[in-house]
């Protein structure tokens, strides 16, 4: 099973990715979070193990971010080959263990870059998204998205969105953003309105919970956002190497 022939362009970015790509909350935290079943993070061994067989199915981007908890210095610990891989992360949002905090300011936002960039072990990010607490529309008219235009600028980053929660969000970030993270199913249509017109319209569009966290796994869940032409990547958060197999065997019979 091999994804590599059918990657799709992420928006006008000139980065291509595979169109399910591998979520990694699982990695760093099983506290204060939304899946149906307690876990235990998986050891090193495991870690690699799921990254290998994410390679070997030719899958590339890999979803993160600070409140993931260790799963950023876990990634950069263990990914092996930097240049095998998309690296997707977040700004705004931290989580010390116990609860989250959210600061959009430039000078937030410049910190959790540059920690970012140590944890992952890189001199430059793929995507960097701002992790939107649900007041998608004042974020965006703060300094977040100039300062992360200016971190692209100086390379430190190669593309920049927004992880959003509302359809009106979605809509004012495409005007701004090179990428957008956002839900695609019938629980929210008007979000999912919102994407396909982002979309279709240039942005990099990345599906997010796609399985409702568990809630919904079922392989139809993740072939239909890929019927949409103006979706690039489904990320789907697994740290089971027999889930993510069945996944991309899902994903092939939808897109080949
Ligand atoms: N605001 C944001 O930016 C935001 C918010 C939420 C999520 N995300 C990103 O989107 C990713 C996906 O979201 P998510 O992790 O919340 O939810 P999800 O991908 O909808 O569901 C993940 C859950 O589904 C289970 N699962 C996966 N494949 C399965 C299969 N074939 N059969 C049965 N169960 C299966 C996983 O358990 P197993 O580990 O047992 O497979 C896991 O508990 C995250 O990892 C993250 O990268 C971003």
Redesign the pocket.
């Known amino acids: 099973m091999d994804l590599r022939p059918h990657y799709r362009a992420l928006g006008d970015t000139g980065i291509e990715v595979s169109p399910i790509g591998l ?4 990695l760093g935290r099983n506290r204060d979070v ?3 079943d307690p ?1 235990t993070l998986p050891d090193d061994d495991a870690v690699r193990a799921l990254l290998a067989v994410a390679r070997e199915h030719g899958i590339n981007l890999l ?3 600070p409140a993931y908890g260790a799963s950023e210095s876990r990634l950069g610990e263990l990914i092996g080959n930097r240049n095998d891989w998309i690296l997707c992360t ?1 700004v705004g949002e931290s989580w010390d263990g116990n609860g989250s905090t959210f600061d959009f300011s430039a000078d937030a936002i410049r910190a959790s870059v540059e920690r970012s960039l140590r944890r992952l072990r890189t001199d430059v990010i793929d995507i960097v ?1 701002i ?2 607490d649900g007041a998608d529309v004042g974020i965006l008219q703060g300094d977040a998205v100039a300062t992360l235009d200016d971190l692209k600028r100086r390379g430190l980053i190669r593309a920049f969105g927004m ?1 959003t929660k509302t359809a009106a969000g979605t809509l004012l970030a495409a005007e701004t953003c090179d990428v957008l ?1 956002t839900t695609f199913t019938e629980v929210e249509p008007d979000v999912r309105e919102a994407a396909i017109a982002a979309g279709t319209a240039g942005a990099g569009l990345l599906v ?7 809630h919904r ?1 079922d392989g139809a869940a993740l072939a239909s956002p890929l019927a949409s032409a103006a979706v690039s990547s489904v ?6 190497t027999k ?1 993510l197999t ?2 991309v065997g899902q994903v092939l019979a939808a897109v080949a």
């Open positions: 979520g990694t909350v699982k939304k899946y149906p876990f979803d993160t971010a977040k998204l992790h939107s992880s993270m997010k919970k796609a399985l409702q966290s568990g796994a990320v789907v958060g697994t740290i089971s889930h069945e996944n």
